[in-house]
């Protein structure tokens, strides 16, 4: 069985200080690992996934994301928050690209 | 960029009455959508696969005939919540696979349903 577990139910943060979402997964084989973050009154949107090679993962709004297989983790990093980055964040794990399981979220809160 | 849309974004309903939510791809086919269930601070719950033009796979422990899922069009699939009670409200997602593969699925922006 698939799982996800974002330990952090609700984070606040500055503007401009670095964000750090955890992520910790159980899966069974190598995993597909996703990162979404809803907005209010908006569709899940994806920044980024892993299911491959370098396991620094680039993806859009500068966020990255790091795989450690050893620890079964897949946290996602920003060097500087913007006010706009405040939204709930999603890890998502899955054997393909469609068959997902979602962690429960994060609220990100931003603070001037 | 890739759009879903679902409507409504809120239905508040009788117990025992039925609700149709629906699910639309605005600018691409899909011949996989998927519907989620969402409590509050819980996780997505994946309930169906639904496929055009067949029919819908559930997921373990969603009632197939509580929860009727309609894929008629590349662009369209409806979930029918039917005879609703209170314990169905709940935070309803879509999310649609485009037929040209980029290994990327699109979520909607969800329907809030309310049961008294």
């Known amino acids: 069985a698939q799982s996800v577990t974002q330990p952090d139910i609700h984070i606040t943060v500055s503007e401009g200080a670095s964000l750090e979402l955890r992520c910790n997964y159980s899966?069974?084989?190598?995993?597909?690992l996703f990162w979404y973050v809803q907005s209010p009154g908006q569709g899940l949107q994806l920044l980024l996934k892993?299911?491959?090679?370098?396991?620094l993962v680039q993806g859009i709004k500068g966020f990255e994301a790091e795989f450690k297989r050893s620890q079964s983790s897949f946290n996602l990093r920003k060097p500087s928050v913007h006010w706009s980055d405040a939204a709930e964040y999603f890890c998502?794990?899955?054997?393909?690209?469609?068959?997902?399981?979602f962690g429960a979220g994060t609220t990100v809160t931003v603070r001037a | 960029g890739a759009v879903v849309s679902q409507h409504p974004s809120r239905v508040i309903c009788k117990s025992g009455t039925s609700v149709k939510i629906e699910c639309r791809s605005l600018?691409?086919?899909?011949?996989?959508m998927f519907w989620y269930r969402q409590f509050p601070k819980q996780s997505l719950m994946l309930m169906a696969t639904?496929?055009?033009?067949?029919?819908?796979?559930?997921e373990q422990g969603v009632e197939k005939d509580k929860f009727l899922i309609n894929h008629a069009s590349l662009t369209l699939s409806t979930l029918t919540v039917t005879s609703a009670h209170p314990e169905d409200s709940s935070f309803y997602i879509c999310?649609?696979?485009?037929?040209?593969?980029?290994?990327?699925?699109?979520f909607g922006p969800g329907t809030r349903l309310t049961v008294l």
């Open positions: 999310s649609a696979f485009p037929q040209r593969p980029n290994n990327e699925q699109f």
């Open positions: 899966y069974g084989a190598t995993p597909y």
């Open positions: 892993y299911f491959s090679g370098d396991t």
């Open positions: 998502a794990v899955g054997p393909n690209d469609y068959k997902l399981s």
């Open positions: 600018d691409f086919q899909a011949t996989t």
């Open positions: 639904s496929n055009e033009g067949s029919k819908a796979t559930y």
